[in-house]
């Protein structure tokens, strides 16, 4: 059972427009929401991350908004650049550091 | 400071063959955590130890073992390879429960 399902797959932006990922989970009990990029040839790198108190958090072009009651959260890339075009992930936390992660969004900004 | 780092970059093992995967967490950082990533399964939870303890582990067969040291540092061990073992390894710290996960870039392991 798939405790975070992620979408889209892949996802095509021009350069300066937004760039919208969705996620949702099942787990109530999950209690900490990040999204991480990943590179080509690197580890997933923590991007913006958010607690289920709080609906919406903001850094820099990057935005997360959550939805507790549907069990839903999604990441916004404003201005999206083509140094964007990465692999982005969803993840929701459980006991002792137990994430559960999206199957992830490849996202290709074009110039 | 230095970030997670993860020893060898590469591997190539032949099916049966056992193999041991090594991380040095962010110091300071007690929480370590492995996680497999394949293109078909995505990022799937191994295991995760605080101070020297194993406080879960994931679907795995008994195969996957670990350990931690009392300087935080992390090794992983995969006994009897087998093809689908083929992924890349990840190791990610963290400084305490509720804290983010930080990544080492990985462990790319090859079964032939």
């Known amino acids: 059972q798939q405790q975070v399902k992620q979408s889209p797959q892949s996802l095509i932006v021009q350069k300066g427009g937004i760039s919208i990922i969705n996620c949702a989970y099942e787990n109530t009990a999950f209690d900490y929401f990040p999204w991480y990029q990943q590179f080509p040839g690197k580890g997933p790198a923590l991007l913006i991350a958010i607690r289920p108190d709080v609906s919406e958090k903001k850094e820099g072009r990057f935005t997360i908004s959550f939805n507790k009651s549907a069990k839903q959260f999604s990441l916004h890339i404003m201005d999206s650049q083509p140094g964007d075009s990465a692999t982005y992930f969803c993840a929701a936390k459980g006991g002792f550091n137990k994430f559960y992660f999206g199957s992830g969004t490849k996202l290709n900004v074009k110039p | 400071k230095a970030g997670v780092t993860q020893t060898p970059r590469y591997l190539i093992k032949t099916r049966g063959q056992q193999v041991t995967l090594s991380c040095s967490p962010i110091s300071g950082h007690r929480s370590v955590s492995w996680y497999q990533q394949t293109p078909g399964q995505g990022l799937q939870f191994l295991f995760e130890y605080f101070s020297e303890t194993q406080r879960n582990k994931g679907n795995f067969p008994g195969r996957f073992s670990g350990r931690q040291f009392s300087n935080s540092r992390s090794e992983m061990n995969v006994s009897t390879l087998e093809l689908g073992d083929s992924a890349l390894y990840l190791c990610?710290?963290?400084?305490?429960?509720?804290?983010?996960?930080?990544f080492g870039n990985g462990t790319r392991l090859t079964v032939t």
């Open positions: 990610a710290s963290s400084l305490e429960d509720n804290s983010p996960l930080h």
